[in-house]
């Protein structure tokens, strides 16, 4: 059974810096993976999908990769800032039929 | 604007209870889903469709049910026999196969 586990569930970053959010999969025979945003009591936000033939992806300063041998997706925010605050999922696609399996996510706080 | 709607935003049941909780997308896309959110917790499938007048059980299935008459609507059931019901539910839609997943803005369920 696919699981998706992103560590650590918390980060509090000051205003300017540049991160990195992890994503590891136990399975590596994933069809694709995806990072969305989560606004507290909102939906989700697609912010990159990763095809597994792929190995990274690119949004305006966000920068994810895949590296589906060892298991691992990182997600780079360049010059974080107070508006990018919200939670950050990561979810890998799997079976014919693309369904997801979601880690619990990482809530990022940038301070000003 | 395309996109996923969810109603209502605000759902309040009683025990003993069935209540629905309303997708509609004009994405034209095939596949729809629902997913439960619980504190802590990442999202959990409960059903999906690929195709109108067809849908499958997803990983907690019990005491939910779907129908999907029309390509553009997938509306849930939570009846009495979910005895856990309080949660955010979460509809997403995607073209199959493997492509980007979109979601609604979810309905929060609560039982009085």
Known sequence: KQEVTQIPAALSVPEGENLVLNCSFTDSAIYNLQWFRQDPGKGLTSLLLIQSSQREQTSGRLNASLDKSSGRSTLYIAASQPGDSATYLCAVGTGANSKLTFGKGITLSVRP | ?112
Not at chain 2, 17 to 30: A, G, K, R
Not at chain 2, 32 to 45: A, C, E, H
């Open chain 2, 1 to 112: 604007d395309g996109g996923i709607t969810q109603s209502p935003k605000y759902l309040f049941r009683k025990e003993g209870q069935n209540v629905t909780l309303s997708c509609e997308q004009n994405l034209n896309h095939d596949a729809m889903y629902w997913y439960r959110q619980d504190p802590g917790q990442g999202l959990r499938l409960i059903y999906y469709s690929q195709i109108v007048n067809d849908f499958q059980k997803g990983d907690i299935a019990e005491g939910y049910s779907v129908s999907r008459e029309k390509k553009e609507s997938f509306p849930l059931t939570v009846t009495s026999a979910q005895k856990n019901p309080t949660a955010f539910y979460l509809c997403a839609s995607s073209e199959p196969p493997h492509t980007e997943a979109f979601f609604g803005q979810g309905t929060r369920l609560t039982v009085v």
